[in-house]
């Protein structure tokens, strides 16, 4: 009878802890989206707390529950964002492509599918050039590297110039993507700079 009346304990409060992860998440998502629509209206540092929270009909009180401040969000959303990137390109290790980049290329752009709202408001004339410029950073330190295996050349100059063209240009890529509405499929968009890629390693192999 005991065992019964602790289980019960147990399962009332594991369903509990999943209401409240579910209400978590479903607060940060509205607040994300109110984000996401006034960064596409102003700057960071021009919206406040106030503004956002009644924009999605929430308490600031709730807002604090999570967050310090609108920068301290951001913040929180950038740094996921991040790393959820990083894992995106640790899944296609050097050896595993066989000088082949497009499955982690395709990976990318789903990525940049899934988190299209605050991808095109970050790299927007009011987004975060710190973030972008860290995503930036971070694929050509993984293109100096790991892309020097994938398509067997040396560590030379002329390789250090196409990993930062190849950089800019997919960010550039990226960007035409998100401003023209993600029309075509993250396999297309791959494909397209994969070509692209390509050709370019030609040039100093």
Known sequence: MKNDKTNRHIHEKIMDNNKM???VRKTKKQL??????????????????????????????????????????????ENEMFENFRSVLDEHPAKALKGKPLPMIVDI??????????CRVLISKNGDMSFVNRLKELVRERCLNDWMEIFNTDKSQNFGYYCSFIVSGCIGLLQS????????????????????????????Q
Do not use: C
């Open 177 to 204: 993507w998100l401003e023209t509405g993600l029309r075509e499929s993250p396999e297309y968009m791959a494909d397209l700079a994969e070509r692209m890629i390509m050709t370019g390693i030609k040039v100093i």
């Open 109 to 118: 752009f789903r990525f940049i599918r899934e988190n299209s709202d605050m």
């Open 32 to 77: 994300r989206q109110g984000l996401t629509k006034l960064l596409g209206e102003k700057g960071i540092k021009d919206i406040t707390v106030r503004e956002l929270s009644d924009l999605v009909d929430i308490n600031r009180g709730t807002f604090y529950l999570h967050y310090k401040d609108v920068f301290d969000m951001v913040e929180q959303i």
């Open 21 to 23: 992860d579910r209400r």
